[in-house]
């Protein structure tokens, strides 16, 4: 018999490794498909019942796995009071609007920026944070997805044309323009908060973007920037009172952080901490939200973590590595869908280097773009 029961709204990876990793804590995890409204099995995708409020009757916690969940479906899950960790940290996730604002609001640095409606808008902010500015819709966007760049004036009118339509595919769309960060790299803290306001946050990871998508993760021990991130993510998380895990994105300009996004929860540049660190993000996201005490968020290796994108097997040898551990997700195969990610480990961080450069000699490159260069760049 399981000692706790968690909901994740949300039946993909992310539910499914919080599945593997409470199992040794006798939690044990079901998954709501907010689009079907079916429960199901996070590891076997088996359907084990119907509805929202028949999943929340057997529920003790209900969590998320992503931010882009209808507000209705939302309000009901917080008022059953099981809900953690907020729904405004969900709605803040899922609305750059409400982010921007909390951003503002915890005083955490972060990219200049205007909320454009209109036209007249759109012009004001041009004026406003300047050129070249990133665009972006406050609802719906992820890896990328829903953004413009805008560089020169000539290009304005084309696009606001682009814009307009997203504005009016959406109900309630909104569009975010940020000041152009010119960023050295980028990082992520990766932390957990519990209810009595303990936290605990892993070392941070340093993250390579392939055309809007994560590639590679590496965790790094940099004591400096970590004090600043870890700074700004108790800011926020306590700004939110925030319970469970939390992912902050983060611009590296010049040494000096700016926080880019947050994750209200588990997040793909954690994935690391299955083996780099003490205890997961995943079992430490269910410890939090169960109330259970924190797990240590120590590194035990160096770590790094790739994505695969679009195919569902790897040639063989990946497997007889012995510092690299696959992890599939189980899903049907399709083009730039995330299937999978590979941790790899060294017991320093010339080890984890060599076993990157052995890793991708196998690899295929075409599947990996450009990530013989980035490793080579570690
Ligand atoms: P995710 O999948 O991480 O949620 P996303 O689609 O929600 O991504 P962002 O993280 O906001 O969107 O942006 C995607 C990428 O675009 C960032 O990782 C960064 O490389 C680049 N980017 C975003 N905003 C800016 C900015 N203001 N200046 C420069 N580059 C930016
Ligand atoms: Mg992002």
């Known amino acids: 018999m399981a000692d706790k029961h968690v909901l994740v709204l949300g039946a993909g990876q992310l539910a499914r490794m919080m599945s593997l990793a409470g199992a040794p804590l006798n939690i044990d ?6 689009g079907s409204e079916k429960i199901v099995h996070p590891l076997t995708q088996n359907v084990i019942g119907h509805g929202l409020n028949n999943a929340i009757a057997k529920a003790d916690v209900i ?4 931010e882009h969940i209808p507000h209705s479906i939302l309000d009901i899950c917080q008022q059953s009071g099981k809900f953690r960790p ?4 969900i709605k803040a996730g899922g609305d750059r609007r409400i982010e921007k604002q909390l951003l503002d609001n915890a005083n955490v640095a972060n990219a200049k920026y205007a909320i454009i409606t209109n036209r007249s808008e759109f012009d004001d902010a041009i004026t406003y944070v300047g050129l070249p500015m990133v665009l972006k819709t406050a609802l719906g966007g992820y890896d990328g997805k829903g953004q413009w760049r805008l560089k020169e ?3 304005i009118d084309a696009t606001w044309h682009e814009m307009q339509q997203s504005l009016t595919a959406t109900k309630h769309q909104a569009i975010v323009a940020e000041e152009f960060v010119p960023f050295q790299r980028e990082v992520s803290l990766v932390g957990a908060r519990r209810a009595n306001g303990e936290i605990a946050v892993y070392p941070l990871a340093e993250n390579v973007h392939v055309d809007g998508v994560l590639s590679l ?3 790094i021990d940099e004591p400096k920037l970590q004090q600043q991130a870890q700074q700004m993510f108790s800011a926020i998380a306590q700004q939110l009172d925030y319970v469970g895990v939390l992912a902050i994105e983060f611009f590296d300009l010049d040494g000096t952080l700016l ?10 540049s954690g994935h690391w901490t299955q083996q780099g ?9 269910l410890r939090a939200v169960c109330d259970m005490p924190l797990g240590s968020t120590q590194a035990i290796r160096h770590a790094a973590m790739i994505n695969i994108l679009g195919q569902d097997s790897l040639p063989k040898e990946v497997l007889a590595m012995p510092n690299c551990h696959i992890h599939w997700y189980g899903k049907e195969k399709r083009t730039g869908r995330k299937m999978g990610h590979i941790n790899v480990c060294g017991n320093s961080h010339a080890e984890l280097c060599q076993a990157l450069k052995t890793l991708i000699k196998v ?4 599947q990996f773009p450009q990530l013989k260069q980035h490793i080579n760049q570690l």
């Open 277 to 285: 660190a003490e205890v997961c993000q995943f079992e430490n996201h």
């Open 63 to 66: 969590t998320a796995e992503f």
């Open 29 to 34: 995890v079901s998954a709501f498909d907010v």
């Open 86 to 89: 907020t729904t405004q940290a």
């Open 363 to 366: 690899l295929d490159e075409a």
């Open 153 to 155: 004036t000539t290009d």
């Open 217 to 219: 993760s590496t965790a």
């Open 259 to 268: 926080v880019n996004e947050i994750a209200p929860r588990v997040h793909n």
